[in-house]
Nanobody, 126 residues
Framework: QVQLVESGGRLVQAGGSLRLSCAASGLTFRRYAMGWFRQAPGKEREFVAS????????YYADSVKGRFTYSRDNAKSMVYLEMTSLKPDDTAVYYC???????????????????WGQGTQVTVSS
């Protein structure tokens, strides 16, 4: 079965950096759009970054542009999120998601994705 396992979340001070990883298994990785989403307490899950399986430049939420860098390694079935200049507002559980038929206009929609990881907690202290 499909498994997505996130790692790398921890407590970090504002201005610091973190690298999140997502290991995917049980799917033909290159066929899937892979996205990062996050959910803070009391808030809805929100889009962070994603690419389609066919490649192309990553799409980012405006709130993370210039600070976060998304990358994927199709040979290793891995997705990464390099986060810099972290702010307390970045505090959330970060989720990795996979979607097989995700068109570009739907990359930011959680409902477009078929599979989700359990999440990794990122806490940014002020």
């Amino acid at each position: 079965q499909v498994q997505l396992v996130e790692s790398g979340g921890r407590l970090v001070q504002a201005g610091g950096s973190l690298r999140l990883s997502c290991a995917a298994s049980g799917l033909t990785f290159r066929r899937y759009a892979m996205g990062w989403f996050r959910q803070a307490p009391g808030k809805e899950r929100e889009f962070v970054a994603s690419t389609r399986g066919s490649g192309g430049a990553p799409y980012y939420a405006d709130s993370v542009k210039g600070r976060f860098t998304y990358s994927r390694d199709n040979a290793k079935s891995m997705v990464y999120l390099e986060m810099t200049s972290l702010k307390p507002d970045d505090t959330a559980v970060y989720y990795c998601a996979a979607g097989e038929r995700v068109i570009v206009s739907s990359l930011s929609r959680p409902s477009a994705y078929d599979y989700w990881g359990q999440g990794t907690q990122v806490t940014v202290s002020s």
